[in-house]
């Protein structure tokens, strides 16, 4: 049914929730996964010095590799037994919502799976939740994968 699921994370618990459903899913349906992090560097426009700047973006970036991978070791641990999953990883820059709705076009994806919250739950008041704004644009289906 699924060719190509779209997993956004950032590493916090609710996208490695969204990520046990996506390889679920991957693994009964024989998709591939395209696991993309994002590093947002609007908030970094206003700051004095570039070297920080520099600096922020080369932490946020060593943050995405490592949310990153640990996607990739839990869709390829049971490989062997369980079948393989095809497991894409993409870092990109910009505003969340507008990346993951510009790759859902590019990459022809057929089903997003996001968490409904990350790791800054404060952006849900202030900036807008990135998952509302995926479900209600998304031109595909969105699995939003809430924990208790």
Partial sequence: ??????????????????????????RASGAEIIAL???????????????????????????????????????????????D???TLETKEGSPADIIL??????????VVIGTSGKHGLDRFLLGSVTEKVVRSAKCPVLAVHIE
Avoid at 1 to 17: F, H, Q, R
Avoid at 57 to 76: N, S
């Fill in 102 to 111: 510009k790759t859902i076009d590019e990459e022809g994806i057929d089903l």
């Fill in 37 to 83: 992090n994002f590093i947002e560097t609007s908030s970094l426009v206003g700051l004095p010095a570039e070297d920080l700047i520099i600096r922020i973006k080369e932490m946020l970036k060593e943050e995405g590799r490592i949310a990153l991978e640990h996607i990739f070791e839990m869709a390829t641990k049971d490989n062997l037994e369980e079948g």
């Fill in 1 to 26: 049914m699924y060719k190509k699921i779209l997993l956004p994370t950032d590493g916090s618990e609710y996208a490695n929730k969204a990520s046990e459903n996506a390889i679920w899913i991957a």
């Fill in 85 to 87: 999953i095809k497991v």
